[in-house]
């Protein structure tokens, strides 16, 4: 996951712009041969802070992001798929996420239209839940949770939650940090018919008594089971089979004989249940928009924390701030959509840059 192409040639220097923003500037020095640049070496952005993926960061990258933080009154977090890579839960667009391996994620439309889709969707989903609930926090989430600020999050794991971020569906205090979970979780699940939810490990349950022999057959071929190699169809290994949702891939299987359990509350008996998750081409909710509204009025900066931006719902969030003269600073491996928009870029893994930058902070106290 190195970044080829870049090194820096002169110390980095931290330039105080309008409303005390704080822009690297670094220069390209080529690549090495055979390892073409992911971003073109020779027209670095302004504010862009290139460095070695796998690398620990530079002591001026941290200074520089550190002098961001401090900055601000009140920060927001938005963090993306690049904050639980570390976790062991794929991504989609990151050099080795779903996308490059041909997986294609369950469109909104698709799962309302079709009982057999849902099948489909809910053998994988109950399949790889194991492995998916057992993710814990990494550094990256115990920085964050460190930092106190609010954090919208576009993960569904809940490891924000497990984090010990506070304020988890509770929406806008007046004071302490929020968290909001910007496109659910995945441990409820949600009836469309009367809009229950239902505690995912409840689901799962009485997903197994309605499926025994699929229960069973997955229990025998290990897919349940927890830590290295759980979830991972017969045949497949769990890195081309895990998914970025917690679903798995279970090559040739007969869905027609899937059973989805009724709803405990209403007694549909159609499939309609769902993760309590966006999935792709569908909208979010209403209230969790308002909740958003309501961090990103109160904020005065935002920082972009393990996410290519590239969903339009979060994209919104740090478009908009940037609008109202709120600056935006990036941490993430590669570009994102929002690079023309940051004061500051650092291109860096979450797990070892996050951590790095509390204890810059604590130097200071802040």
Not at 3 to 10: D, E, I, P, T, Y
Not at 35 to 41: A, Y
Request: aromatic share 6%; with cysteine; glycine share 10%.
């Amino acid at each position: 996951m190195a970044l080829h192409g870049w090194r820096v040639r002169v110390p980095l220097s931290v330039v105080p712009a309008g409303g005390g923003r704080a822009v690297v500037r670094a220069v390209s020095s080529g690549g090495s041969p055979g390892s073409p640049p992911l971003v073109p070496p020779a027209k670095p952005k302004p504010g862009v802070v290139p460095t070695a993926a796998a690398s620990a960061p530079s002591d001026e990258m941290v200074a520089a992001l550190a002098h961001f933080v401090r900055s601000r009154q009140r920060l927001l977090v938005v963090t993306g798929a690049g904050v639980s890579t570390e976790s062991g839960i794929p991504d989609y667009r990151g050099l080795n996420g779903a996308y490059s391996k041909g997986h294609v994620p369950m469109k909104h439309q698709e799962f309302l239209a079709s009982v057999d889709a849902r099948r489909r969707y809910w053998a994988r989903s109950y399949a790889g839940y194991a492995r998916f609930s057992a993710a814990e926090p990494n550094a990256a989430h115990r920085a964050i949770a460190a930092l106190g600020c609010d954090v919208v999050t576009q993960n569904v794991d809940a490891l924000h939650t497990k984090s010990r971020v506070p304020g988890a569906h509770e929406g806008v205090q007046e004071s302490g940090p929020a968290l909001v979970e910007l496109h659910g979780s995945a441990h409820r699940v949600l009836c469309l018919r009367c809009e229950s939810r239902l505690p995912r490990d409840a689901f799962q349950r009485r997903f197994a008594s309605y499926n025994a022999g699929f229960a069973r057959h997955l229990e025998r071929s290990g897919t349940q089971e927890e830590g290295e190699g759980a979830n991972v169809a017969p045949g497949m290994s769990s890195e081309s089979s895990a998914r970025p949702d917690g679903d798995v891939e279970l090559g040739v299987f007969d869905y027609g004989s899937v059973v989805i359990p009724p709803c405990t509350f209403c007694g549909q008996d159609e499939g309609m249940l769902k993760p309590d998750v966006t999935f792709f081409g569908d909208n979010v909710p209403r209230a969790t928009k308002d909740k958003v509204d309501g961090l990103m009025e109160r904020a005065d900066g935002v920082l972009a924390v393990g996410t290519s931006l590239q969903v339009y719902s979060a994209f919104r969030i740090v478009k908009g701030m940037v609008d109202e003269g709120k600056p935006l600073a990036i941490v993430n491996v590669g570009a994102t959509r929002a690079d023309d928009l940051a004061t500051l870029t650092c291109n860096a893994l979450a797990g070892t840059l996050m951590p790095a930058l509390v204890k810059e902070l604590a130097k200071h106290n802040i």
